[in-house]
């Protein structure tokens, strides 16, 4: 009965079964499925390397008395101080956290990549659609959602998978950019281990957020200070 009525909708709709068939496929193996490296998208490769996010980097994050969040590359702050802009306290000045862990595991974050002025201006069609204002308002967008989940699920402590609800819904934030290539497994990885990190500097109010984009990584290092 199911099968029948399911076939009848398709018929409806016009499109083909083998479609279908091929569609659903490549959402159970992008979500359920490990990722290889190597199949990997790279967004950077056919790009000089002054318009590529750097293969390795170290972020110090601090927060300053006043309570604001600071970060700093190589000796150089960049991007602006934030404050978590809500009430009731909850960390989101560390939520830049996010973006490093994007740019290290997918490869992918106009937000960071604009902070550290590392655009793509040789491809002006690159740098528009896939760098531009719009996208960094999704990428912000997106880590602002997915903030909301996890903070009702403290912060993602403890899991080792995403529900495939907010998955899905990841994916349609980033429809038609570059980064929508990457497989939902990919995101889930990109997402837990932002988090793990962002736990880190939340709970010790600084650190240093350590991306490798070639083993797609994000690691959390604390700060040493030496004892006057």
């Excluded at 996208?135 to 699920?153: M, P, T």
């Amino acid at each position: 009965m199911f099968a029948d009525l399911y076939l009848r909708i398709v018929q409806a709709a016009k499109v083909p079964f083998a479609e279908i068939v091929h569609s659903n496929i490549k959402k159970v193996r992008g979500r359920f499925l490990e990722f290889n490296l190597a199949d990997l998208p790279d967004f950077d490769r056919d790009f000089p390397p002054e318009e590529r996010l750097p293969e390795h980097f170290e972020i110090e994050i601090v927060q300053r008395m006043e309570g604001k969040s600071y970060m700093r590359w190589n000796g150089v702050f960049i991007g602006d101080p934030l404050t978590d802009n809500i009430m009731d306290p909850d960390g989101y000045r560390f939520h830049d956290v996010f973006h490093l862990s994007y740019a290290a595991i997918l490869h992918w974050s106009p937000i960071f990549r604009g902070l550290i002025k590392q655009k793509r201006k040789s491809r002006p069609e690159i740098d528009e659609g896939e760098d531009g204002g719009r996208a960094r308002v999704v990428e912000e967008g997106l880590s602002a959602w997915i903030f909301s989940r996890a903070k009702d699920q403290g912060f993602f402590e403890g899991r080792e998978s995403l529900s495939f609800d907010l998955l899905k819904v990841v994916q349609g934030f980033v429809r038609g950019y570059e980064v929508e290539k990457c497989p939902l497994s990919l995101w889930e990885y990109a997402i837990l281990e932002g988090y793990k990190v962002f736990r880190e500097v939340r709970k010790n109010e600084e650190g240093i957020v350590i991306g490798d984009r070639n083993t797609r990584t994000i690691t959390y290092k604390s700060i040493e200070r030496t004892k006057s």
